[in-house]
């Protein structure tokens, strides 16, 4: 394999990770920010609770403020493994690409294929991610009729 093959296949390992980075850093934030705004609800009912209004729907919407909160905290979790994950891909085929010496084209190419490699596994991360939230976000959804 050519030495410029290598490094075009690095540059858009490169520019793969950053897109991820910056959209796995995205979808960290806006969840943090449900995960606040989660809370300071659960507060409010907490409060409610503590003064003697001790209703079965409010039990009810705490029950499930905390849950809401516990499901997006594990996203969360998981959105920072990616963040870290490309992270560091992303520095690693950055220096590969811009730091190491074209004469080195071998170990350059054996440093590539294993990046290659551990994109593929993140890649596949990502996607089950995906399957698991949209299998769960269609079954909260799912509308059940009678009859």
């Known amino acids: 394999?050519?030495?410029?093959?290598?490094?075009?296949i690095l540059s858009d390992l490169w520019n793969f990770h950053?897109?991820?980075?910056?959209?796995?850093l995205s979808i960290f934030t806006l969840l943090y920010s449900f995960i606040l705004n989660k809370r300071d609800e659960l507060k409010?009912?907490?409060?409610?609770?503590?003064n003697g209004d001790i209703s079965p729907i409010l039990a009810q919407k705490e029950r499930f403020a905390i849950k809401y909160i516990s499901r997006l905290k594990k996203i969360n979790t998981n959105c920072?493994?990616?963040?870290?994950?490309?992270?560091?891909?992303?520095?690693?085929?950055?220096?590969?690409l811009r730091i190491i010496n074209d004469c080195q084209a071998m170990f350059k190419q054996w440093v590539m294929i294993v990046i290659g490699i551990l994109t593929?596994?993140?890649?596949?991360?990502?996607?089950f991610q995906f399957?698991?939230?949209?299998?769960?976000?269609?079954?909260e959804t799912k509308i059940r009729q009678n009859g």
């Open 80 to 96: 920072l493994y990616i963040f870290i994950s490309s992270s560091f891909l992303c520095c690693w085929s950055w220096v590969t």
């Open 131 to 139: 399957i698991k939230i949209y299998k769960h976000y269609n079954s």
């Open 1 to 8: 394999m050519e030495i410029t093959t290598t490094n075009h």
């Open 120 to 127: 593929i596994f993140l890649c596949f991360y990502v996607g």
């Open 18 to 24: 950053l897109v991820l980075i910056g959209i796995s």
């Open 44 to 50: 409010t009912i907490s409060e409610q609770i503590k």
